[in-house]
Structures are given as structure tokens and as C-alpha cells.
């Protein structure tokens, strides 16, 4: 599954009830929060 980098000083976020079976599990969860964020900013 090949895809964009992800950035890594990614902000903290909400991350209740998300299980992740690594850490880059949590980062890229946080980076995809973030990123919905701030499309719904624009919207």
C-alpha cells in the first residue's frame, strides 16, 4: 500500500478508542485527523 510521507512532527490528537498494532499506526492516524481538520476548516 504505497501512499504520501507523512510528516513527522505531527500534532497530538484524540485518540480514544483507536487500537494500533505499531506506533506508525498512531502518527498516521493523527496525521489523517489533522488533515480532515483542516479540510472542514475550508469547507
Known amino acids: 500500500m ?3 510521507k507523512i510528516p513527522i512532527n505531527v500534532p497530538s ?3 480514544d478508542n483507536v487500537s494500533f498494532h505499531c506506533e506508525n499506526g498512531s502518527s498516521r492516524w493523527k496525521f489523517v ?3 480532515r481538520l ?6
Open 13 to 15: 490528537a484524540p485518540l
Open 38 to 43: 483542516s479540510l472542514e476548516k475550508e469547507l
Open 2 to 4: 504505497g501512499g504520501k
Open 33 to 35: 485527523y489533522h488533515r
